[in-house]
């Protein structure tokens, strides 16, 4: 039979574990740069896009 574990070792452990929790939580999610980066790009590349259809057409009149 294990014996209780010391108050004093489980209440450090959980101060370790959410110093560790509270630095995951201060680094930015990778998500946040693909939802801010996704739909620049997708206008970005809508913008080019007319633009040279554009120019195409106007070369071509």
């Known amino acids: ?3 209780p574990r010391n108050y004093q070792e489980s209440i450090e452990q959980l101060h370790q574990e959410v ?4 630095e995951e939580m201060r680094r930015p999610a990778p ?4 939802v801010t980066l996704l739909p620049f ?3 970005a590349a809508f913008a080019l896009t007319m633009f040279a259809v554009i ?3 106007l ?3």
């Open 1 to 3: 039979m294990s014996t």
């Open 19 to 22: 110093e560790a929790l509270a």
């Open 31 to 34: 998500t946040i740069i693909r």
């Open 41 to 43: 790009s997708i206008g």
């Open 55 to 57: 120019a195409f057409a």
């Open 59 to 61: 070369k071509h009149v």
